[in-house]
């Protein structure tokens, strides 16, 4: 919806990246309180009001009368909907054995992706029919019903259901209890944090800068598509990553290594995104098939969360899902904005319905950033250390 949300706050890419960074910026913000809160004080509690909160700030965003209030309501939502998924890490690490963490990993942002591809096609059939304000009202409407079924429904360990858990015993029980500082502390002391913490952002942020904001105007302007049908090409991107994030996890784990599909996936993206954008009049089923390997390929970084939790002790397990996550998010978080930021620098003063026009030259200079942010990803998952899926029990 970045059309009626330009033409509605009167704004240009470079505004409206920086809307699209607030969900971002508290997102990011949360991840590091949430791995250690997830870590003392259970999952299922954080939830709960995280999906309280989610739903307020849809409701700010839905009813918001101008650009600060609507900032205001991506903000709430992002910092949020940002405790979601390490709080689930940390529930998957409790009802199931550590040698499926991977797969469970996949299927979690399978169940993520399903809601970023109802964004796609069937979002811009909502919006041009109800309009976005009603649309989002609707979504806080269902984020208030997540609420009430995690407060019923989820539990933070089998035992509390009156099953065996299978949370591995901690090799020294005077590393269990962890503070903030120090748990920080504790698990940037190995090497494969920092790694992991970044890599992602570089495989993460191009899938979303493109699927989440700029793909849809690039390919209406470069095939002369209505957003609806580039809506739909950009949607096969995500299906493409959340399909190939269980399955290459699963393989991951039956294989018994993390970096060869890894740092293999990385390398198919930044060969995607560099054809897809730069070769010069390819077809459009041509680019749909690139952008549904690069989505394959990125579909690979989910095995980065098994590869962190094994790669520090398990009482740091949600410190590290924290950190590791912030990195993923870090991505789009700086992209969208700065690629509207380009955006802007190239516009000519083109305008259709109030709504700034920008050419493919602009586009090709800010999907740039992309391919640099890939290259980067690729280095730092070389220099992982493998954990051939052995949960570390001790600090080395």
Not at 15 to 29: K, R
Not at 122 to 150: C, D, H, K, N, Q
Not at 287 to 303: D, Y
């Amino acid at each position: 919806m970045t059309d009626q949300l330009m033409q509605s706050f009167h704004i240009g890419a470079g505004a409206l990246g920086n809307l699209s960074a607030f969900y971002f910026y508290s997102y990011v913000g949360m991840q590091i309180p949430t791995g250690l809160l997830a870590d003392k004080c259970g999952p299922r509690r954080i939830q709960f009001f995280g999906a309280l909160v989610a739903a307020l700030g849809s409701f700010c965003f839905a009813l918001g009368p101008s650009f600060g209030w609507a900032a205001l309501g991506r903000f709430l939502i992002g910092g949020a909907v940002g405790i979601a998924y390490v709080s689930l890490l940390k529930v998957a690490a409790h009802w199931f054995p550590a040698n499926r963490f991977a797969a469970i990993s996949g299927l979690a942002l399978l169940a993520g992706i399903i809601g970023a591809v109802s964004a796609g096609p069937p979002l811009r059939y909502l919006v041009e029919t109800f309009g976005w304000r009603s649309v989002m009202l609707g979504s806080g409407v269902f984020v208030l019903a997540v609420a009430v079924a995690i407060f019923v429904f989820v539990r933070d360990d089998p035992s509390q259901r009156g099953y065996r858990s299978f949370l591995p015993p901690e090799s020294d029980p005077s590393l269990g209890e962890t503070g903030i500082i120090k748990g920080l502390k504790a698990v940037f002391k190995y090497r494969n944090t920092w790694l992991l913490a970044l890599a992602p952002s570089g495989i993460v942020g191009p899938v979303l800068a493109f699927s989440g904001l700029w793909g849809v105007p690039y390919l209406t302007q470069r095939f002369s598509l209505s957003p609806g049908k580039s809506a739909m090409v950009t949607s096969s991107l995500l299906v493409a990553w959340a399909v190939s994030g269980p399955v290459l996890g699963a393989l991951s784990d039956r294989i018994g290594k993390r970096k060869p599909l890894y740092l293999g996936g990385a390398i198919l993206s930044l060969i995607g995104w560099s054809a897809a954008i730069y070769l010069p009049d390819l077809p459009l089923w041509l680019v749909v098939v690139i952008l549904i390997m690069v989505g394959w390929g990125a579909g690979g970084m989910i095995i980065g969360f098994a590869y962190a939790k094994e790669s520090v002790p398990p009482h740091l397990a949600g410190t590290v899902s924290g950190v590791c996550n912030m990195g993923v998010m870090m991505g789009p978080m700086i992209m969208q904005p700065l690629m509207g930021v380009i955006l802007d620098s190239y516009w000519d003063g083109a305008l259709v319905h109030g709504v700034r026009v920008y050419s493919l030259h602009a586009y090709n200079s800010a999907f740039l950033v992309s391919i640099l942010w890939s290259v980067i990803a690729v280095v730092l998952v070389a220099f992982t250390r493998e954990t051939k899926c052995s949960q570390m029990l001790r600090r080395e």
